[in-house]
């Protein structure tokens, strides 16, 4: 997998509608795992820590609602965006549906240029780098788009890597990051990468960062990882 592409997991049952959402999901430019019942959709959240969650309602065995509420229940999954397709069309229906959580609400049959666009929607809100947006934290600027990086005004020389590495922790400022986490989203789960690389990255990150002066705002975490601020 691309260390640079978004991941969606898509729980549905159904056979061609999986694979139509899989195909157009690709087509975006997304990573997509596929899960069949709400036991293997849970297993996989666990597994992958996808970025969002396309999950139909009705499934066999735990219902998409009920994985909805499990996921949004613990802390570690709570912030994933879960989209829920159903063919309940009814106000009561929807409203159960968001008040149990998810983040969306599409009915169906859908139309799939729509539902492309909520998934943009709920990707620019959680990862705002890979849809071209610029990110700010005290004086550092990061533009996506240009793949530029400026701290008070100065432009910054930062590898692709040390990039990559900086755009998530500017994402999520605070959020401690372990090294096997940065090693996902950063390098991909396809490439055996040692942990101690990411270490030197973000010495190199780090020195980046200060050598036109100001502090160093990246914290290390002893025996957690590290974040931003």
Not at 40 to 52: H, K, N, S, T
Not at 131 to 140: A, C, H, K, P, Q
Not at 155 to 167: I, S, V, Y
Request: glycine share 8%.
């Amino acid at each position: 997998m691309s260390a640079d592409k978004p991941t969606v997991l898509v729980i549905e049952d159904e056979p061609a509608q999986r694979e139509v959402l899989a195909y157009n999901l690709e087509a975006e430019g997304f990573a997509v795992f596929r899960a069949e019942t709400g036991d293997e959709g849970l297993l996989l959240v666990e597994e992958q820590a996808p970025d969002i969650i396309v999950l139909d309602w009705m499934l066999p065995g735990v219902s998409g609602i009920e994985v909805c509420r499990r996921l949004k229940m613990r802390p570690e999954t709570r912030r994933i965006p879960i989209i829920m397709l159903s063919a309940r069309s009814e106000e009561v229906d929807r409203v159960r549906g968001l008040e149990t959580g998810a983040d969306d609400y599409v009915i169906k049959p859908y139309s799939v240029v729509e539902l492309m666009a909520r998934v943009r929607t709920q990707l620019r809100r959680i990862r705002p780098s890979t849809v071209g947006e610029t990110l700010e934290f005290d004086d550092i600027i990061l533009d996506a788009e240009a793949h530029k990086v400026h701290r008070d005004g100065e432009l910054l020389k930062l590898g692709p890597t040390e990039f990559r590495l900086l755009a998530t922790f500017m994402e999520k400022p605070g959020r401690v990051w372990s090294r096997e986490q940065l090693l996902d989203r950063v390098w991909g789960r396809d490439i055996y990468v040692d942990t101690r690389t990411v270490d030197v990255h973000i010495g190199r990150l780090r020195k980046a960062l200060t050598r036109h002066g100001g502090e160093d705002p990246l914290r290390t975490v002893r025996g957690a990882g590290y974040a931003l601020g």
